[in-house]
C-alpha cells in the first residue's frame, strides 16, 4: 500500500463523474494492495461521485468483479466504440 493517505492520485480526482476515472482510480488502488471493500471506501471518503459510477458500479456490485490487471470493462469498451463509430460516420 501507498505510504501516503490519501494516495497522490485519489487527491488529484477529487471529483469521480465517469466510469473510466474511477475505474482507473479502483484498479490503481487494487494494485496497491487495498481489497475491494478499502478500494471501494477510500473513493467513497475522498472523492465526490456521480450518480452514473454509484449506480454503475456500487449498486450493482460491479467493483467485487473488478481486478487490477483487467482491460477495459464491457460497458466502457461499448460506450467507446459507439463513439468511435459516431465520429468515422460524421467524417465523412
Not at 463523474?17 to 479502483?26: G, N
Not at 494494485?31 to 472523492?47: F, P, R, V, W
Not at 463513439?83 to 460524421?90: L, P, S, W
Request: hydrophobic residues 35%; charged residues 30%; contains cysteine.
Amino acid at each position: 500500500m501507498d505510504d501516503e493517505y490519501p494516495p497522490d492520485y485519489i487527491k488529484t480526482h477529487p471529483q469521480v463523474f465517469d466510469r473510466f476515472t474511477f475505474d482507473y482510480l479502483f484498479k490503481r488502488l487494487l494494485s496497491d494492495g487495498y481489497d475491494h471493500e478499502e478500494a471501494k471506501d477510500m473513493i467513497l471518503y475522498n472523492c465526490a461521485l456521480s450518480l452514473l459510477v454509484i449506480q454503475e458500479r456500487f449498486d450493482n456490485d460491479y467493483y467485487l468483479q473488478m481486478d487490477a490487471d483487467s482491460g477495459l470493462a464491457p460497458d466502457l469498451l461499448n460506450l467507446y466504440l459507439e463513439e468511435q463509430i459516431k465520429r468515422i460516420t460524421n467524417a465523412e
